[in-house]
């Protein structure tokens, strides 16, 4: 019996080990399909410039536009995001601390919101720009971009709180504090590393987003000034210009690929680093 659990283990873990390894190299056949296509057309000019007359035939002209509209996107709707889901995450740990069934509805509720594709988020944000008689612009694309992103970072901050003892809440709620005021000071505090990963998840998936800004970013070679302008973003970018027929064009956009490969990779990296230098500061 014990030789046949053995056979069944090893079964298993080789099944699992070879999907692991079929994951990893589609991931980095992906990478280096995208790495070899773009880095030769990848130069110090595409970093620097905005797209100039004729970029879209082939001619001189950079995704700087791009650059600092997906900078601007990612950042506006993160910080906003980071403003609804803190109270709301907390409210949850705090006031719904006695009411475990409430807990599991609006768990379910994030979960369900997590797996709406991006472009019923979209079509919700260009309603709102038709109810609010906005244009295509940055501030309409943040408001989307937030809503899409607000239940990963629910979500993960909430799984965050949850590895906080539950004792440390108790024991301020005996010395006096309210609800609120222990959330704030001792939930949040003790699980600021989870929220920081939180927040930079969030950004790495606000600015590779495409389907949500394609009917609220709108497009425009210039960087945006104001909230109210149109705003370009690198997903955008690898859109337009690889429909083009111009093989420079289009290597461009396996350029455009290329950095914001790049621009998610550092997120993820300061994310780890973040994570475990606050993870020290935390009450064991």
Sequence with gaps: MSNRKHTEEK?????????????????????????????????????TDVP??????????????????????????????????????????????SHPRWQKRIRLWLDVLLGVPAIVYGAFGFNLML?????????????????????????????????????????????GYFKGETGFRFLLKQSLPGVTTAFLLALGKG??????????????DYIPESLSEPAATLPLAVFFQLSSPIPEVKARAYAAAAVLIMIILVISVVSRVLSNKLSKNRIQ
Excluded: C
């Design 207 to 220: 600015i590779g987003d495409t389907a949500s800004v394609l009917f609220t970013a709108g497009y425009t």
């Design 11 to 47: 079964i298993v873990k080789g099944i699992l080990f070879l999907f692991t390894v079929i994951i990893v190299v589609v991931l980095f056949s992906i990478i280096w399909g995208i790495f070899a296509k773009g880095l030769p057309a990848l130069n110090w000019q595409m970093l």
């Design 131 to 175: 109810l609010f008689g906005w244009q295509s612009s940055l501030m309409a694309a943040i408001v989307t971009v937030a809503l899409l992103i607000s239940p990963v970072m629910m979500r993960s901050m909430d799984e965050s709180i949850q590895y906080v003892s539950k004792g440390l809440y108790e024991s301020a709620l005996s010395l």
């Design 52 to 97: 100039k007359g004729g970029y879209y035939f082939g001619k001189e002209g950079g995704i700087l536009n791009a650059i600092v509209g997906s900078l601007y996107l990612a950042i506006g709707a993160s910080i906003l995001a980071l403003i609804i889901s803190i109270p709301s995450t907390l409210f949850i740990h705090t006031y719904l601390f």
